[in-house]
């Protein structure tokens, strides 16, 4: 999905605003790693771009791919996606002040943690860790993300 000026965002699974301007704040809705263009689920290394499956951790050994898989792409797909939605408001990663996690394992965030320090190399932003019972849009959803970035309004 794009917006009015062509910029890539979170395209929403239902009915709501990938993001919404209150001032300088900017409230981004729970970006999960669904492609609701082609209403595919992020599954694995497979469904990233190939010349990012090595950076976050593919090895090409079937054992740990499909355990390590899931989380590692769903971490990367749902971070980008804010990266681009984060553009499209007018903002960078660095804007982001806060972000609230949704893993329906806590013992993913390790990998996730990786994989976001990737995005935010800086200073990280305030977070939050929640464990869930599911996630939507299907019980393979293991991650979801939701950000507040301050982007001053003649940026945005």
């Known amino acids: 999905m794009t917006d009015a000026s062509g910029q890539d965002i979170a395209r929403p699974l239902s009915r709501y605003s990938p993001f919404r301007r209150a001032g300088n704040l900017v409230y981004f809705s729970g970006i999960v790693a669904a492609d609701a263009a082609s209403g595919r689920l992020i599954k694995g290394y497979d469904d990233v771009p190939e010349e990012v499956r090595a950076a976050i951790g593919a090895t090409g050994e079937m054992s740990s791919d499909a355990k390590d898989g899931p989380i590692a792409a769903q971490s990367w797909f749902v971070l980008d996606n804010l990266r681009k939605t984060v553009a499209a408001a007018?903002?960078?990663?660095?804007?982001?002040?806060?972000?609230?996690?949704?893993?329906?394992?806590?013992?993913?965030?390790?990998?996730?943690?990786?994989?976001?320090?990737?995005?935010?190399?800086g200073e990280p932003p305030a977070s939050t860790v929640v464990r869930v019972a599911e996630l939507l849009p299907t019980p393979n959803s293991l991650l979801e993300v939701e950000a507040i970035a301050h982007i001053p309004q003649d940026r945005g």
Request: proline content about 6%; aromatic content about 18%.
């Open 90 to 121: 007018g903002g960078t990663l660095d804007d982001v002040v806060k972000l609230t996690q949704y893993f329906r394992d806590l013992r993913d965030f390790p990998i996730y943690n990786r994989i976001r320090a990737t995005f935010f190399p």
